[in-house]
Structures are given as C-alpha cells and as structure tokens.
T-cell receptor, first 114, second 112 residues
Framework: ETGVTQSPTHLIKTRGQQVTLRCSSQ?????VSWYQQALGQGPQFIFQ???????GRGNFPPRFSGLQFPNYSSELNVNALELDDSALYLC?????????????FGPGTRLTVL | QKEVEQDPGPLSVPEGAIVSLNCTYS??????FMWYRQYSRKGPELLMY????GNKEDGRFTAQVDKSSKYISLFIRDSQPSDSATYLC????????????FGQGTTLQVKP
C-alpha cells in the first residue's frame, strides 16, 4: 500500500505566475484535502474533493482552484501568485466511513514566490 | 481570536521527562480531536485521535479531551530525542475526514 505522494518537492515562482501542484492519494482513498502551511503556523484548510467534486472550501480566494481525477489523484492550481502564497502545500487523503477514517498527509510541496 | 490556540513554545526538556502539550478552542461544535507530529520538512503524521470527551492511551502517549473546558492535552511519557518535532493539535466538527482546524503547533526538543 503506497502512501500519499506529492510533486514537485520544491518550486520557485515569481509574482503573477501560475502554479500547479499534484497529489496522489493513498491507495483506495477517494477524498483529498489541500492545506496551506505558512512558516511557523499550523496548516489551513483550502478545500476538499470527494469523488471528483469540491466538497467544502476554506477562506481562500477563487484564484486557488482544484481538480480531482477518476483515479482520485488531485491538482491544486494557484493563479496570479502573490508573495504571501509562499508556504508548504499539503494534501491529505482519506476514505470516509472506514473505522480508520483519518486523514493521511503527504510530504508537501514547498512553494517560494519571489 | 483564533478558533484553536496552541502555545508555540519552543519547549525543551531532558530525555525521560514527561511532556504536556495543550490546546484550547472556542467552537463547541468540535467533536473530533487529533494530535499530529511533524518532523522538519515532512508532512504531519497522525499520533492520536479522540472522539468527544475522555482519555486515550497509546504506548507512551496519552490524549485527553475536556469538552466542558474546551481544552485538550497530549502527554508524552519517558520522552526520547526522537520525539523532537512540532506537535499540532487539530479538530473537526463534522467528521474526522472533513475540514480540520489546526493549532499553531508546539515545537518540542528532547535533549539527550
């Protein structure tokens, strides 16, 4: 059973650019959540996808968007990057309804916006 | 006021000490309470999960939830240098797989 994987590991972009981050969920998990973790802070919920539909969104502007694919992998897209978007982006997968229905996190993608 | 407050530390203890980590929260709708451990440059790893009030023990770790006081704790007994990490409390109202609200994280260093 493979865990949650994310790519790329690190990314450097400039203000105004667009970025796509990728996440492969743990085998069998149909729900993916994305979080933003600024340096020295706890993760903040961006949104969640369940069976390819957005299933809840945190307090993030529309330039943060996402997709989930039939194999339950997911993408996070951020347009018009701002300096404050520099953070560790985490995805977490889960399978609601299981006895062990917790969220398992990937290692994250560290995004630096210059 | 943040929904979840956690003392960021840093906290430094000698090996073998008992460590107490705490979070307070304001939203009485929270029912699912978790503790995650995060090593430097890694994703959070689930340590303990508790539903509603009560205690839960797993090896050297004990999680306590007091919903009447809106206060949760994680105790680490016989702390080891390998326990050095950032500890994050997290909570959810709807389910364990829904939106998690995290504390700021407490950085713990266990010195040999």
């Amino acid at each position: 059973e493979t865990g949650v994987t994310q790519s790329p590991t690190h990314l450097i972009k400039t203000r105004g650019q667009q970025v796509t981050l990728r996440c492969s969920s743990q085998s069998g998990h149909n729900t993916v959540s994305w979080y933003q973790q600024a340096l020295g802070q706890g993760p903040q919920f961006i949104f969640q996808y369940y069976r390819e539909e957005e299933n809840g969104r945190g307090n993030f502007p529309p330039r943060f968007s996402g997709l989930q694919f039939p194999n339950y992998s997911s993408e996070l897209n951020v347009n018009a990057l701002e300096l404050d978007d520099s953070a560790l982006y985490l995805c977490a997968s889960s399978l609601p309804g299981l006895a062990d229905d917790t969220q398992y996190f990937g290692p994250g993608t560290r995004l630096t916006v210059l | 006021q943040k929904e979840v407050e956690q003392d960021p530390g840093p906290l430094s203890v000698p090996e073998g000490a008992i460590v107490s980590l705490n979070c307070t929260y304001s939203n009485s709708a929270f029912q699912y309470f978790m503790w995650y451990r995060q090593y430097s440059r890694k994703g959070p790893e689930l340590l303990m999960y508790t539903y509603s009030s009560g205690n839960k023990e797993d090896g050297r770790f004990t999680a306590q939830v007091d919903k009447s006081s809106k206060y949760i704790s994680l105790f680490i007994r016989d702390s080891q240098p390998s326990d050095s990490a950032t500890y994050l409390c997290a909570m959810s109202g709807s389910s364990n797989t829904g939106k998690l609200i995290f504390g700021q994280g407490t950085t713990l260093q266990v010195k040999p």
